[in-house]
C-alpha cells in the first residue's frame, strides 16, 4: 500500500458507549443473539456471522424489519451460486408496502427546495395520496405489472412519488436527470420501450433556468411505444401538446393497493455509467432492493424515523435511489434542485442547518472544493442536528476526512462508503459502532463477503488486490436489459474469477479489517510491472491550491514503452510554470512515493467525467493508443463532450 492514508496513527471518531447503546445494528445484534444463542460482542463478529450464514442473516433482517409477504416466502437462500443465486423464491411482496407501513403523521415525509429559494414539505399522508392517484392514473393509461414508465425529470418530488406509483403496480421504473440531452435520454430510456413517459418542463443549477421542454418533446418522438407522456411544471413553462398534466393525473384519492409481486420482479432499471456503446440496463428485483436497503440504511447508516437523510444527487445516479430507501425506515427525505455551490460553495451545509440535516452525503469533490474556498460550516450554520456525514464517488482523502472534523465538527463521524450501480448498495462503508479512520473504508457491510484477490486468485492482505465478493447478495442484478442469455451480466463480473464477483475496483484491506480505495483495476497504472493507484495520485496532487482537478493517465505503447502523463486543471489566478512542476512532483514523490511521479504535466482546459462524475481514465488511454473518439467513447454520456477532442488532439502529438 502506498499513500497518506497508510500513515493515520489515530482514528477521526470512536463511537462511544452512548453511541454504541443507542445503534439500530446494537439492537439488531442484540435480537440476532436472542433469537440464536451466539455471543456477538461487537461489529466484527456480526459481520462474521453475516457472511458465514448467509441465509440465517438475510432471514433475520427479513424478521426484524417484518418484511411481508402474501405467501410463505420460502428459503431465505434456495440457491447459493453465483451467477444464480436463489432468495426466497416463493414470496410475494413489494418495495412500496414496506413504505406504506413505515408512514408517520408527525413529521414530513419529503422536503424540496431549490435554488431560487422555493420550499415545500410533503406530509406522508399527501405522499401516499399523490402516490395512490398517480397509480390510478398509470393504471387507466395501460400500464400493467412489467411495462415501463421512465422519468425524465430533476431532483423533484414528483420524481419519488412517479417510482412508487410505478412499482406499486408491478411496473418497472426508470429515470435520467435533465442534464441529459433527448439523444443520451434515448440511449437509456428509448431501448427499454416505455408505455408512459413523466417530465418536467426544466430544472434549475448555477442560478439558471434550463427549459426542457423541446428536449420532452424530441423523446416523445423517439418513443414510439408510449401511451401518455405526464408533464410536471416546475418551471411554468410552455405544455407540450397532449400532455396530462401533473396535477390532473395527482388529483382525486384512490386507495394506494400495493400489487404483490415475486422477490425477482423487476423493481427498475438503473444504467452504468459506461461510455462506450449503449449504456448498460441494470435491473433490480423488489425483494432484494429491499432487503438491502433495509440493512444500508437503517443498520449501517443508522437512518431512522426521528433523521432527516439529505444525499446531494440526481435520478441518473443509484444514490438517489440509494436515499428514497431513507422512506423504507420512516425517514424524512430531501430534494434538491440545483447547483450544490450556488449562490455560495457552502450552500449545501446552509440547506442542512435549515433543514435540521441528520445525515448529510456528498463527495470528496464538494468536500476539497470547500476547503479550497475557506468554509467553515460550523462556524457559520447551525449545524446541531448533524450526526454523519456521508461520503461517495471517489476516494476520500485523509486530509479532507480531518477538514470535515475540524470544520464540522469532532463529534460527526465521516462514514465514506463504496459500493456501486450495480447492487445499488454499498459493499464496504462503517456503521455507528465503528470507528472511523481517515483515508479508509471502516468495514465489509453486513452480508457482504468482501476480499482481495490477487491475479491467480488468491486473497492478499496488506497489499494490493482486486475487490471480490465470493458469496452472493441479494440486490445483486436480475439480470441485464436486452441479454436474454445472460451473456453479458457473466462477463461483466464473473469471467476473470468463475462464481466470484470482480467489481472492478483496486483494493487493499488493513490490520483493522478495513479497506483502502486505490482507484478502478481497468485504469490500473502499471510502470515497470510495479500497480499503482490513480486515486492515491489525486490526493496528492489535488490538495495543492492550485490545482482544481487532475486526471492521471497510463498507456502502454505499440513499441514496448509506458508513458504516464499527468493532466492537471488550474484553479483561477494561476499557470502551470516549472515552479508548480516541481511542487507536483514533489507532493507525489512525498505523499506517495517516487515511482508514481509521472512522465510530464500537463494544464487542460478540463477532465472529462461521466455523467455521474467518474473520471474518464479508460476512454482517454484508448485515445492515446490510437483508438477513433468516435468509438471509443459515447459522447452523450459526457459531462463535456468537447473535452473529448482536445485529448485527442493531445493524444496524436
Known amino acids: 500500500m502506498t499513500g497518506e492514508q497508510t500513515t493515520e496513527t489515530r482514528p477521526q471518531w470512536v463511537p462511544s458507549d452512548a453511541d454504541v447503546d443507542g445503534a439500530r445494528i446494537t439492537d439488531f445484534a442484540r435480537w440476532v443473539e436472542r433469537r440464536t444463542g451466539l455471543t456477538l460482542p461487537d461489529y466484527r463478529a456480526l459481520w462474521e456471522w453475516s457472511v458465514d450464514d448467509l441465509g440465517a442473516f438475510w432471514q433475520s433482517v427479513w424478521d426484524y424489519f417484518d418484511v411481508e409477504s402474501a405467501t410463505d416466502p420460502g428459503p431465505a437462500l434456495a440457491v447459493d451460486t453465483m451467477p444464480g443465486a436463489v432468495w426466497f423464491p416463493d414470496a410475494r411482496l413489494n418495495y412500496v408496502e414496506q413504505v406504506v407501513r413505515n408512514a408517520r403523521g408527525d413529521r414530513p415525509a419529503v422536503v424540496y427546495e431549490n435554488e431560487a429559494g422555493d420550499h415545500e414539505a410533503i406530509d406522508w399522508a399527501e405522499l401516499l395520496r399523490q402516490t395512490g392517484a398517480l397509480a390510478a392514473t398509470l393504471r387507466s393509461l395501460g400500464v400493467e405489472p412489467g411495462d415501463r414508465v421512465v422519468g425524465y425529470l430533476p431532483n423533484v418530488p414528483e420524481a419519488i412519488v412517479a417510482f412508487l406509483a410505478t412499482a406499486s403496480l408491478g411496473a418497472v421504473w426508470a429515470a435520467c436527470g435533465q442534464d441529459y440531452s433527448a439523444p443520451a435520454a434515448l440511449d437509456r430510456l428509448g431501448q427499454l420501450e416505455p408505455t408512459v413517459l413523466i417530465a418536467a418542463d426544466g430544472y434549475r443549477f448555477g442560478g439558471r433556468e434550463h427549459p426542457r421542454t423541446d428536449e420532452v418533446e424530441r423523446l416523445r418522438a423517439g418513443m414510439p411505444t408510449l401511451a401518455a407522456t405526464v408533464l410536471v411544471s416546475r418551471l411554468r413553462n410552455d405544455a407540450v401538446e397532449g400532455a396530462l398534466g401533473w396535477l390532473q393525473a395527482t388529483a382525486g384519492d384512490a386507495a394506494l393497493e400495493p400489487v404483490p409481486v415475486p422477490f425477482d420482479h423487476p423493481l427498475w432499471i438503473v444504467f452504468s455509467s459506461g461510455t462506450t456503446g449503449l449504456p448498460k440496463g441494470i435491473v433490480h428485483g423488489h425483494g432484494g432492493v429491499l432487503l438491502e436497503h433495509l440493512k444500508a440504511v437503517a ?33 424524512t427525505i430531501v430534494c434538491y434542485d440545483g447547483s450544490p455551490a450556488y449562490p455560495a460553495q457552502d450552500r449545501l451545509w446552509e440547506s442542512a442547518a435549515r433543514l435540521g440535516v441528520t445525515v448529510l452525503g456528498t463527495s470528496p469533490g464538494y468536500v476539497l472544493a470547500c476547503q479550497k474556498a475557506g468554509v467553515v460550516p460550523v462556524k457559520d450554520h447551525d449545524l446541531r442536528a448533524l450526526r454523519a456525514v456521508g461520503i461517495t464517488g471517489s476516494t476520500l482523502p485523509a486530509s479532507s476526512s480531518w477538514w470535515l472534523s475540524e470544520n464540522v465538527g469532532a463529534h460527526v463521524p465521516v462514514v465514506s462508503i463504496s459500493g456501486g450501480t450495480d447492487v445499488v448498495s454499498a459493499f464496504v462503508g462503517g456503521a455507528r459502532i465503528t470507528a472511523v ?91 515497470n510491472g510495479i500497480r499503482m493507484g490513480s486515486a492515491d495520485i489525486y490526493q496528492a496532487v489535488e490538495r495543492l491550491p492550485e490545482i482544481a482537478e487532475a486526471l492521471v493517465i497510463g498507456a502502454e505503447r505499440s513499441d514496448g514503452g509506458y508513458w504516464m502523463p499527468l493532466f492537471v486543471v488550474l484553479a483561477d489566478g494561476f499557470e502551470l510554470d516549472d515552479a508548480l512542476r516541481e511542487r507536483i512532483r514533489a507532493a507525489i514523490r512525498e505523499q506517495v512515493s517516487p515511482r508514481h511521479v509521472p512522465d510530464e504535466i500537463v494544464a487542460a482546459p478540463g477532465i472529462p467525467h461521466t455523467r455521474t462524475g467518474k473520471k474518464l481514465e479508460v476512454p482517454i488511454k484508448r485515445l492515446f493508443q490510437g483508438g477513433d473518439a468516435g468509438r471509443v467513447v459515447d459522447r452523450s454520456a459526457v459531462d463535456d463532450p468537447g473535452l473529448i477532442d482536445w485529448f485527442a488532439r493531445f493524444g496524436t502529438r
Open 299 to 331: 443498520l449501517q447508516m443508522d437512518i431512522g424515523a426521528e433523521d432527516t437523510f439529505f444525499w446531494y444527487t440526481s435520478p441518473s445516479w443509484m444514490m438517489w435511489n440509494f436515499q428514497v430507501a431513507g422512506l423504507l425506515a420512516g425517514a
Open 437 to 527: 479512520w481517515p483515508g479508509e473504508l471502516s468495514a465489509p457491510y453486513l452480508g457482504v463477503a468482501l476480499d482481495a484477490f490477487d491475479e491467480s486468485g488468491r486473497p492478499v492482505r496488506g497489499d494490493v488486490g482486486e475487490l471480490v465478493i465470493t458469496r452472493p447478495i441479494p440486490s445483486m442484478p436480475v439480470g441485464f436489459w436486452n441479454d436474454p442469455d445472460g451473456a453479458r451480466y457473466r462477463a461483466s463480473y464473473f469471467d476473470t474469477f468463475p462464481g466470484v464477483w470482480r467489481h472492478g475496483d483496486w483494493i487493499s484491506i488493513t490490520a483493522r479489517g478495513g479497506v483502502v480505495m486505490h482507484g478502478r483495476s481497468d485504469s490500473t497504472l502499471n510502470r
